[in-house]
Every structure is written in structure tokens, then in C-alpha cells.
């Protein structure tokens, strides 16, 4: 199958590096969120509301993109 157009010059290679101090505060991050994730879990096991349920997923989906 013919190609109709050429690629970049850099795919599939083309992310860009971060700076290291990035990486350094997404290991910063996931470290703080994880007891506040467990704090959190226990609110919602004994104050059970729609907000704390938001919240967990929030956090959750936060440490989720952290750990990357």
C-alpha cells in the first residue's frame, strides 16, 4: 500500500524530553497523595456523601497520572 504522505522526521520518536525537576515532583506528588488517598478512603467508609466519593476519584485518577 503506498504512503500518501512522508513523516516526520523524528516519528514515532517525537516526545520531548522533561526537564529533571519534573520528574522529581511527580515522585513528590505520588508520595503525598497516597495518605491522603488512605485518609480519604477511611472518611469514606464511615461518612459515606457523593463529596467524598468525588474526592477519592479525583485523587485517585491524580496518583494514577503521577506514577506514569
Do not use: E, H, N
Not at 512522508?6 to 520531548?16: A, I, T, V
Not at 522533561?18 to 478512603?41: D, E, G, M, S
Amino acid at each position: 500500500m503506498p504512503r500518501y504522505y512522508s513523516p516526520p522526521p523524528q516519528y514515532p520518536y517525537g516526545k520531548k524530553k522533561r526537564p529533571p525537576w519534573v520528574y522529581k515532583w511527580r515522585a513528590a506528588a505520588a508520595q503525598i497523595l497516597l495518605p491522603i488517598i488512605c485518609f480519604q478512603l477511611l472518611r469514606l467508609l464511615f461518612f459515606a456523601t457523593f463529596i467524598d466519593v468525588l474526592i477519592l476519584i479525583i485523587l485517585a485518577c491524580a496518583f494514577w497520572y503521577f506514577q506514569k
